[in-house]
C-alpha cells in the first residue's frame, strides 16, 4: 500500500503545480508607460494615448484627445484585467468615459469603450 499512497501523493503534487501555474498564466500585468491606443466607435476611429502609472492594483494617469482633451484618469489592474476612467465634457454634457479590457499575452490591451451610455465601442491599445 506504500507505493500506492507514493502514486497518490505525487498525483496530488503535479495537480497542485499544474494549478499554480495556470494561475501564473494570468499573472497581473503592468501598465505603467504610455500607450497609444485606436477607438471604433460604430465605423469612426479615433487615437487618443494614455500615459499611466501602477502601483499594486491602483492606475492613475493622463489621457488626451481631440475629441474629449486633457483628462486626469483613475482605474484598477486585477490580473490581465485592466478599467480606466475619467470625467469628461462631451458637447457641454458631463460624462464618465470607461475603458475596460485584457491585456494579452503580446502586451495589446483591448476591449470595450463606453461614454456614459451615450456611445460606445471597441478599443485596442499598444504601449510606445
Known sequence: MRNGNGLVRG????????????????????????WALEVDIMGQVSNPSMTLQQDGMAITGHYSSAQLGEQDVTGTVDGDK????????????????????????????????????????TFKGTKS
Open 11 to 34: 498525483l496530488a503534487l503535479a495537480a497542485a503545480f499544474i494549478a499554480l501555474s495556470a494561475q501564473g498564466a494570468h499573472a497581473q500585468v503592468n501598465m505603467t508607460g504610455e
Open 82 to 121: 485592466v478599467t480606466v476612467s475619467f470625467d469628461a465634457d462631451f458637447g457641454g454634457q458631463a460624462a464618465t468615459v470607461t475603458y475596460s479590457g485584457t491585456v494579452d499575452a503580446d502586451g495589446v490591451w483591448s476591449g470595450d469603450f463606453d461614454l456614459s451610455g451615450l456611445a460606445s465601442g
